[in-house]
């Protein structure tokens, strides 16, 4: 199996643009997971899927911020507009089960919103 | 109360040192406490993980010690070498697998 892959690998993008990152989870996890991380504020999870259904969104930061699952094997993050505090390494990362499961993160997204 | 608390921020060790990363959680309803490993530019990836009905894990150089009572747990690295230099994040764990990260420690192994 090929991993997680995540795509773009870097995104420079200007302050006001849309960006969509993309996320392919491992095939036969039920669980997808969005994380953020910075030197500030470490690793954030953003938002979950079980089953393609999004459970908890509770950390996506603003409403500029939207994810989508429309099947088990893409997912899209999308931010709109983007601001330079969005700046940031975004990781996908899937998992097989619940509860004690290993979740397999991708390379990540390095975004840069000059 | 779903706040991971992880000491050091970082840490330097000598070839052959033993490394010790602590973690203290507040939610008694955590059951499930990994720790992962992240190299530059990489993901971080599950390096080994316990459940609190036991006190200690061993998997190869890598121990968690873990007590339930006072609510923390930490990383032992035994022989640590150059190879082990990474960040070490702390996690927990209640429900539907949703991790709550500590804010991790940067690991660096002289040789």
């Known amino acids: 199996d090929a991993g997680v892959i995540q795509s773009p690998r870097h995104e420079v993008t200007e302050m006001g643009q849309e960006v969509t990152l993309r996320c392919k989870p491992i095939?036969?996890?039920?669980?997808l997971f969005w994380y953020r991380q910075t030197m500030m504020r470490g690793l954030e999870l953003l938002i979950y899927?079980?089953?393609?259904?999004?459970?908890?969104d509770s950390g996506m930061p603003e409403d500029r911020f939207s994810a989508k699952m429309p099947n088990a094997s893409f997912s899209t993050l999308k931010i709109q507009p983007s601001e330079p505090r969005d700046s940031a390494v975004y990781f996908c990362?899937?998992?097989?089960?619940?509860?004690?499961?290993?979740?397999?993160f991708g390379p990540g997204t390095r975004l840069t919103v000059l | 109360q779903q706040q991971v608390k992880q000491s050091p921020q970082s840490l330097i060790v000598q070839k052959g040192g033993i490394p010790i990363i602590n973690c203290a959680y507040e939610n008694t309803a955590f059951d499930y406490f990994p720790w992962y490993q992240q190299f530059p530019g990489k993901g971080p990836a599950l390096l080994i993980a316990?459940?609190?009905?036991?006190s200690e894990k061993k998997e190869g150089r890598f121990t968690i010690s873990f007590n339930k009572s006072a609510k923390q747990f930490s990383l032992h690295i035994m022989d640590s070498q150059p190879g082990d230099s990474a960040t070490y994040f702390c996690a927990a764990t209640s429900s539907y697998g949703k991790l709550t990260f500590g804010q991790g420690t940067i690991l660096t192994v002289h040789p």
């Open positions: 899927f079980n089953n393609n259904v999004p459970i908890d």
């Open positions: 095939s036969g996890h039920d669980y």
């Open positions: 316990i459940r609190p009905d036991v």
């Open positions: 990362a899937s998992s097989p089960s619940a509860r004690g499961s290993e979740q397999f």
